[in-house]
C-alpha cells in the first residue's frame, strides 16, 4: 500500500474514534491538500477512491488537474487559497469548491464568470476569524453583510472556512466559527489542517484540510 493511503487510511481511524467520543453523526470530508506534490503521490490516492483534493494556486492546480480531472469527474476540486479577480474566469472552469470569498468585488466576479460559463461552483465565504492584518477574510463583524450579498448574485454560499492564528489555540477560534455558521443557518463548516484537524472536528468542522499528514513534509 501506498504510504499516502496509509497515511489517509489512519486519519480517517482518528476522526471515526473522535466521532465517537463525541456523538456525532455526520463524518467531515479530509480534503487532501496537494498543493506542491506532483501527481505521482496523488494517483495512489485517486485509485484508492479519494475524490477531495485542495489546491492554493490556479495556474498549479490547471497545469496537474486538467487531464486528471477530465477522465475522472467524481473528483472534486477545492481552491483554498486566495483568489485573485484576473485569475476567476480559470478558476470556475476547473474547481468545484471555492473557499476563499472574502470581498464583494470578488463574489461579483465569480458571478459574472459563473453565467458566462453556464457552471454554479460552490462558495466558503472565508473569514479573518483571528483578525490578521496579513490574512485574506473577511472581519466576524462583515460576515453576515457579504452573505447577504453572494445570496443577492445567487452565489451557492455552503458555509464559512477559517485559518486560525498559528500561535494561538486553534480551539478558541473554531467556537468562534461554529457560532457565526450557525447564526448564518450553514450546513458546512471548513477548518481544520494537520495539526488541529480533531479540535476542528469537535466544533463542527465538516471538512477538513489535511496537506502533511497525508503527503508528508513539503520540500
Known amino acids: 500500500m501506498h504510504k499516502t ?13 473522535s466521532l465517537d467520543t463525541l456523538k456525532i453523526d455526520k463524518v467531515p470530508k479530509i480534503i487532501a491538500v496537494s498543493k506542491t506534490f506532483e501527481m505521482d503521490k496523488i494517483l495512489p490516492l485517486i485509485e484508492h477512491g479519494h475524490l477531495d483534493f485542495g489546491e492554493n ?3 498549479e492546480a490547471i497545469e496537474k488537474w486538467s487531464d486528471v480531472k477530465s477522465n ?3 473528483i472534486k476540486l477545492h481552491l483554498i487559497g486566495g483568489l ?3 485569475k476567476v474566469k480559470l478558476a470556475i472552469k476547473l474547481f468545484d469548491y471555492i473557499h476563499s470569498v472574502d470581498t464583494e468585488k470578488l463574489a461579483k466576479k465569480i458571478s459574472d464568470e459563473q453565467k ?27 460576515v453576515s453583510d457579504l452573505y447577504s450579498y453572494c445570496k443577492s448574485l445567487d452565489l451557492d454560499v455552503v458555509g464559512l472556512m477559517c485559518i486560525p492564528p498559528l500561535e494561538k489555540s486553534s480551539d478558541f477560534f473554531f467556537k468562534e ?6 447564526n448564518l443557518n450553514l450546513d458546512e463548516l471548513s477548518m481544520g489542517m494537520s495539526t488541529d484537524y480533531l479540535d476542528a472536528i469537535k466544533n463542527s468542522a465538516t471538512y477538513v484540510r489535511i496537506g502533511s ?3 508528508g513534509k513539503r520540500s
Open 84 to 86: 485573485q479577480t484576473n
Open 213 to 215: 499528514n497525508i503527503f
Open 177 to 182: 466559527m461554529k457560532i457565526l455558521s450557525k
Open 5 to 17: 493511503v496509509q497515511n489517509l487510511i489512519d486519519i480517517q481511524k482518528k476522526i471515526e474514534l
Open 116 to 142: 458566462k460559463q453556464k457552471k454554479r461552483v460552490k462558495i466558503f465565504i472565508q473569514v479573518n476569524i483571528g483578525n490578521e492584518q496579513q490574512k485574506f477574510g473577511v472581519n466576524k463583524s462583515s
Open 57 to 59: 494556486k490556479v495556474q
Open 72 to 74: 475522472n469527474n467524481d
